[in-house]
């Protein structure tokens, strides 16, 4: 319990600290920065947008103080300010848009990955210095070494645009609507295949690299050694014996993947047009919408953070060793 | 294997780097054009007058691949080379002095480790003036606190060394004794913290460029994909203006990993032992798996 509560207290300070960030950045930018924000707005404003901004981002002029208890006070109405790029929408309904979209992608490739990696890393550890040890890691680590949305690019040359097997943009049919029907479902999961594919294929070394060192610590222990003595299937030391303790140390290397990955896929949805937060991101880069792209920022890492509390209850569920702490 | 021979896949990786800061050093000499200047009809495939076919702009994509090299490489360096001396300089101070200090520091690393990177440092490239400074700004606040995790824990493991103690001893500064005593012990782990950060570093700033957050202006790998995407390459069939681009990005990559590897297998007696126990069991066809192996390589 303490070291969840531990846990926790980290988490929530590296919410404050984010919080905090997001307020000071744009007032560090050189010169007065709530003029050098707006001057890039001129002309595409209207006086009560520009209004609504400087409030909800606490440009209100007074003491810095007072700006940060306003700008706190917004944010914890839900109030992200407006966006420039899709006005006059609430940057909290746009970033509503695709945070389903984004939570879809990652977390299903970032899962795939994970049991992938680990499952090989667990063989390539069990036929230590086999043709599939040998071989396989530096290919891996090869492909890991290409930023993820090139990988993208690729994968959607040669099987959206070369085969033209697979869909290249957009997270289903354009001619369908979004409802529960299986026609829906396997349109979304076509349209999820390639770019979930590029995050698998540039992440899974890792998970492999990793799982395969703590899989080679553990069978060095005694108990690997009597499960052999006692003549049990290899497939049940491997699995019920080793795997299951190697298998510690790379859910707590989770959370902190988590963000990394996050910030892979960003770039992938833009690949592929795939409606998440990345495609808004880079639309918000674009049009220098300085509310959407913060607002992106927040609700990423209060996600991100929040996927790391998780992985420690899960941790702590699955090592009883930490309950004692 | 002795430990003065360098294994065959730091020669490799050795190899690569080499033949890739030629290119960034000799950049202008090698390349047959001005890699921003419209030189032929645009997007051309390869052909004898441009190697690597040209751009959706008319320019040569081997010149910019070569002028890339320099921008991307020099970024990626010295960015990894300013996120290593800030972890070292943390690390050290944590790992040394413990107690408030090291609370303090530690907690600032493990928040700046959990903020994800990428979000942030597209918040902060937007704000900061774009260029290359701008860039290496973000490029170091978003990726230090790795080190400073790694060099901590390293620092910590050496601290109860008798040299450390011997130092203290003396009546030695803890000052003195972090850099003149610990820092240089530990210069592997060093070593492989910059390769770490310079791969992330490359990564990223191709990542922000391509994003269109940096000088749009400059020819860097990043920069290279965001006109090539922006000028709509794949729908058009212009592999060539990607590949090339790509292709360096991870050959760098896995030369710098693969160097990294081996400076572990190379200082690490115990990771030697491994690799020669398996090649041991291999040449007698026994199966690495069905049998326990003499060191223990964890704990």
Redesign the interface.
């Known amino acids: 319990m303490r070291y969840l509560l531990r846990q926790l207290g980290l988490y929530v300070l590296a919410a404050w600290a984010s919080l905090t960030l997001n307020f000071i950045v744009p007032r560090l930018a050189p010169g007065d920065p709530a003029s050098a924000m707006f001057a890039r707005y001129k002309g595409q404003l209207q006086p009560e947008a520009l209004a609504a901004l400087r409030e909800a981002f606490g440009f209100t002029g007074g003491p810095l103080h007072e700006q940060y208890a306003s700008y706190l006070a917004h944010l914890f109405r839900g109030d992200l300010g407006v966006s420039v790029a899709y006005f006059p929408a609430k940057v909290t309904d746009v970033l509503g848009m695709g945070l389903g979209w984004t939570a879809l992608l990652t977390g299903s490739s970032v899962v795939v990955a994970f049991a992938l990696g680990s499952l090989l890393g667990v063989i390539a550890a069990w036929r230590r210095g086999g043709a599939f040890d040998t071989t396989l890691p530096p290919l891996l680590v090869f492909l890991g070494a290409f930023p993820y949305f090139w990988l993208a690019m690729m994968l959607l040359y040669g099987f959206g645009f070369t085969l033209d097997v697979l869909p290249l943009r957009h997270a289903y049919d354009d001619t369908l609507a979004p409802s529960l029907s299986f026609s829906f479902l396997a349109s979304v999961a076509e349209h999820l295949l390639l770019p979930a594919t590029s995050i698998v294929l540039a992440s899974v070394g890792g998970w492999m690299l990793s799982m395969r060192s703590s899989m080679i610590g553990v069978l060095a222990e005694d108990y690997v050694t009597m499960a052999h003595a006692k003549g049990l299937s290899p497939l049940r030391i491997m699995f019920h014996y080793a795997a299951r303790n190697a298998l510690l140390p790379n859910v707590t290397g989770f959370g902190m993947a988590l963000g990394f990955v996050l910030g892979g896929s960003l770039l992938t949805e833009i690949v592929f047009s795939y409606p998440g937060q990345g495609y808004l991101l880079v639309q918000a880069v674009r049009s220098q919408d300085y509310p959407l792209m913060q607002g992106i920022f927040l609700t990423i890492t209060m996600a991100v953070l929040a996927a790391n509390f998780l992985v420690d209850v899960l941790y702590v569920w699955l090592d009883p060793r930490t309950r004692g702490r | 294997m002795t430990s003065t021979k360098i294994p065959r896949k730091a020669s490799a990786g050795l190899v690569i780097l080499g033949v890739f800061f030629l290119m960034a050093l000799l950049g202008p000499l090698v390349a047959p054009y001005d890699p921003s200047a419209f030189v032929d009809i645009p997007l051309q495939p390869p052909s004898r007058a441009h190697l690597l076919g040209t751009t959706g702009q008319g320019q040569d994509v081997w010149s910019q691949t070569i002028a890339g090299a320099r921008t991307s490489l020099l970024v990626g360096f010295v960015a990894g080379l300013a996120m290593t001396t800030i972890g070292a300089i943390v690390g050290a101070i944590a790992g040394t002095f413990g107690g408030l200090v090291d609370d303090v520091l530690s907690?600032l690393t493990?928040?700046?480790?959990?903020?994800?990177?990428?979000?942030?440092a597209?918040?902060?490239a937007?704000?900061?003036?774009a260029g290359t400074k701008a860039l290496l700004v973000v490029l170091v606040a978003t990726g230090w606190a790795w080190n400073a995790r790694v060099i901590r824990a390293q620092v910590l493991s050496l601290r109860n060394k008798d040299f450390v103690a011997a130092a203290i001893v003396t009546g030695e500064s803890r000052l003195y004794i972090v850099f003149r005593e610990i820092l240089p012990n530990m210069t592997s782990v060093l070593a492989s913290c910059f390769i770490s950060a310079t791969?992330y570093a490359i990564?990223a700033q191709?990542?922000l460029e391509?994003?269109?957050?940096g000088d749009m202006s400059l020819v860097t790998w990043g920069t290279n994909?965001y006109w090539a995407?922006n000028d709509a390459a794949?729908?058009t069939?212009a592999?060539w203006t990607?590949?090339p681009?790509?292709l360096s990005?991870?050959?760098?990559?896995?030369a710098l990993?693969?160097v990294s590897f081996s400076l572990d297998e190379i200082t690490n007696p115990r990771l030697r032992a491994?690799?020669d126990w398996?090649?041991a069991?291999?040449t007698r066809g026994i199966?690495?798996?069905?049998s326990?192996?003499v060191?223990?390589?964890?704990?």
Not at chain 2, 110 to 120: Q, T, Y
Not at chain 2, 126 to 129: D, K, N, Q, R, T
Not at chain 2, 295 to 299: A, C, E, L, S
């Open positions: 907690l493990n928040v700046s480790l959990v903020i994800p990177g990428l979000p942030l597209v918040v902060l937007a704000y900061l003036p791969v990564g191709v990542g391509f994003l269109g957050l994909l995407s794949l729908l069939g592999w990607l590949v681009t790509g990005v991870a050959l760098v990559g896995t990993v693969l491994v690799s398996a090649r069991l291999a199966r690495p798996g069905a326990t192996p060191v223990r390589d964890h704990g």
